[in-house]
């Protein structure tokens, strides 16, 4: 991914002359409308461990913003008053910096940087529209396949439709805590993503410090980093939407 330096000025030009006052104002009111989006989809708080902690980690913005878009919002559309999607993007980006939410600045300068042409607007769009609802299949093959880690985090993905950092942290917890403590009400979903990881030999044991400790087939393997599990998510989700 690109720096961060070249982000905000791609993501600068791309937004145009927008008034300070009006662009302060945009911006609040696009954050405000994908949080509420994504109580909309959320729906009710659910009462299974593993929906609850999908269900408290909310997608990036960006992701929100495009499903809006897709779904032609009227709230957006009146909003945007004739914006571009790209330059409201370009705002998201923004925003993402001043949150300093590294991963969310990413994800929404690639959805800016798709939007820049409307064909492969539409084809990004439909497919960020199935991965939130969890309708977005893996890839068969990837050239990191045969890494244990990589595919406990594509077993991840593919049982919870997230492809996220958020909702991976969320999950790993989770999947962390002891069995009789995570599944008070006996979590369904929470059986054969523990099986899909077991047939990998992959256990995650703690997150914590930014630093993951998990075992591979049975023994102790050295933690990593938070960052290097963000880059092996990064290459699933682009795996993903490709």
């Known amino acids: 991914m690109p720096k961060l330096s070249f982000i905000e000025a791609e993501t600068r030009t791309r937004m145009g002359r927008l008034p300070e006052l009006r662009r302060e104002a945009l911006q609040q ?61 370009a705002l998201l980006v923004l925003a993402e910096i001043e949150r300093g939410d590294a991963e ?77 403590d995570s599944e008070p009400l006996g979590d369904d979903a929470l059986a054969p993503l523990r099986a899909a990881l077991d047939a990998v030999g992959v256990r995650f044991r703690a997150l914590e410090d930014d630093t993951v400790r998990f075992e591979l087939h049975g023994r102790a393997h050295a933690p990593i980093s938070l960052k290097r599990l963000q880059d092996l998510l990064a290459e699933i989700r682009q795996a993903r939407l490709a």
């Open 29 to 89: 009111a696009l954050v405000g409308l994908c949080e509420t989006h994504w109580q909309e989809l959320r729906g009710p708080e659910p009462a299974t461990p593993l929906a609850h902690a999908l269900w408290s980690a909310p997608p990036p913005l960006a992701e929100l913003f495009v499903d809006l878009h897709v779904s032609g919002d009227a709230r957006l559309t009146d909003m945007l008053d004739g914006l571009r999607s790209v330059q409201a993007l």
């Open 104 to 180: 969310g600045v990413h994800i929404a300068y690639e959805a800016m940087m798709a939007f820049d042409t409307p064909a492969a607007g539409r084809i990004y769009g439909k497919r960020i529209v199935a991965a939130l609802r969890g309708a977005l299949p893996l890839p068969a093959r990837h050239r990191h396949a045969r890494e244990p880690l990589w595919k406990a985090l594509a077993a991840v993905v593919a049982h919870t439709g997230r492809h996220d950092t958020r909702a991976l942290i969320a999950v790993i917890h989770l999947l962390a805590a002891a069995p009789g």
